[in-house]
């Protein structure tokens, strides 16, 4: 079954849970893509590469250097370089349309693995209590973005959110296996309250009812 139609399954049967889809869901109505622009990307692995060079070649090229100071230049050099590797290409943070919200899956292999095949957690709106544009308190930095308050299993909650849970809400009400988690998302050079106002249009839409027959 594509990850469509497990989506569209899941809104059918009235239980509102949370549903892993295989693939990048295939939008057929409004929606919002939350995602970081490529040109930052390539433009910090390109400083990152530049700047590990730059240091190798001052490791290779100046005289009389003590041997621990040359070690520490080959270790940045290293690192720098390492980093415009593994620097995620990734740069979705989440999308939504009329159902719900989609988040990617966060896990690598190792520190020197690829990426894992990356999976989607839907999360119905029925799942996310509340919405707003706040100040992040989180790994992203005390920057602006938007905040979801949310249900997730503790799979979920590691697989999907690592990185993203505010320190200040770390569990709430139980519902069955779920938990309430609030997690929030930087707003990618946008304004984080016009996301905020988009993605409340899109919880008061309501979505296409489905062939369930």
């Known amino acids: 079954m594509s990850s469509n139609a497990k989506r569209q399954s899941q809104g059918c049967d009235g239980h509102g849970e949370n549903t892993v889809l295989d693939e990048f869901p295939v939008f057929s109505s409004a929606h919002f893509i939350c995602a970081e622009p490529r040109w930052l990307g390539t433009a910090l692995r390109g400083l990152l590469l530049l700047s590990g060079l730059g240091i190798a070649y001052i490791a290779t090229t100046a005289p009389n250097l003590p041997s621990t100071i040359n070690l520490l230049l080959w270790i940045a050099s290293g690192l720098a370089i390492l980093g415009a ?5 990734d740069s979705i943070h989440y999308a939504s349309d009329p159902q719900g919200v989609y988040f990617p899956s966060r896990e690598r292999s190792g520190i020197f693995g690829p990426s894992r095949p990356q999976t989607w957690l839907f999360v119905p709106w ?27 299993s503790e799979e979920e909650r590691r697989v999907y959110f690592t990185g ?13 296996d779920r938990s ?7 707003s990618a050079f ?7 106002e988009l993605l409340h249009s899109f919880r008061r839409l309501k979505a296409t009812p489905c062939n369930c027959s």
Request: charged fraction near 10%; glycine fraction near 8%; aromatic fraction near 6%.
């Open 85 to 89: 590797i593994m620097l995620s290409p």
């Open 126 to 152: 029925s799942n996310i209590t509340s919405l707003c544009a706040s100040l992040l308190l989180n790994e992203s930095g005390n920057t602006k973005g938007v905040i979801f308050s949310l249900r997730a």
């Open 164 to 176: 993203t849970t505010m320190p200040t809400h770390d569990k709430g009400l139980l519902i069955g």
């Open 180 to 186: 309430t988690i609030l997690v929030g998302f930087p």
């Open 190 to 196: 946008k304004s984080p309250y016009k996301i905020a």
